[in-house]
């Protein structure tokens, strides 16, 4: 899957010159924790965040008075305080290539670009979003089952032929690549079936160890 299936597509943006106060207006009126900023051409020029807008604040200990703070905070733009030059990817970078991007680079979000214009924004709510429809959290009537696997070739292949065999309809697969402390592969699967129940029994006769079940 490709970013450009999850992003948010034509962001809510800033502008060099947009005063801190506009921008702070907005991000709180659209409950946004990111805002691309982007020239007359909507090329990507920075990144306003919170993290950005809570240090451009006043200290809490200021001797400043209000009047004072609002003022000198009316003077300043985004430019004086955006990221310059954020990580960004393309509309066509893999979901996982850009988690990896953000993660390396521990950023909440990634501009997409096509062209050096800005398409869209994807953030770690993106990413969470498309982890819990991968592994099938929001499938109520389905059964979860935790297996161990050897890890070698034609095991997970064998063990999903079962349960189509007995009539469940798979759902989701997430296997983590990394063998646990026994040696041995876990796969999470979810499924549809009429008995779920007699399914998870007659997997366990044919010799499948099941490390947890969630029923339906």
Not at 9 to 29: C, F, I, N, Y
Not at 145 to 167: A, P, R, T
Request: charged fraction near 25%; glycine fraction near 6%.
């Amino acid at each position: 899957m490709y970013v450009a299936q999850i992003m948010t597509p034509t962001p809510d943006v800033a502008t060099g010159d947009m005063k801190l106060s506009h921008a702070a207006q907005l991000m709180r009126e659209n409950n946004r924790r990111f805002l691309p900023v982007v020239d007359d051409q909507q090329k990507l020029i920075g990144l306003l965040t919170h993290r950005e807008m809570s240090q451009a604040e006043p200290s809490a200990i200021t001797t400043l008075s209000v009047g004072e703070v609002n003022y000198l905070t009316s003077k300043i733009t985004v430019s004086q305080i955006m990221q310059q030059q954020p990580v960004s990817c393309c509309a066509d970078t893999l979901v996982e290539e850009a988690g990896r991007l953000m993660r390396e680079n521990r950023a909440g979000c990634l501009p997409v670009l096509e062209s050096g214009k800005l398409v869209g924004i994807i953030t770690e709510t993106d990413l969470l979003d498309f982890f819990l429809d991968i592994t099938g959290c929001n499938l109520p009537d389905s059964a979860r089952i935790e297996v161990h696997l050897e890890d070698s070739k034609g095991n997970l292949g064998d063990f999903l032929d079962h349960i189509n065999e007995l009539g469940g309809y798979i759902a989701t697969v997430v296997s983590p690549i990394s063998p646990d402390k026994t040696g041995k592969r876990i796969v999470i699967v979810r499924y549809r079936a009429d008995d779920p129940v007699a399914l998870d029994r007659r997997l366990g006769e044919l010799g499948y160890e099941l490390i947890t079940e969630k029923l339906p």
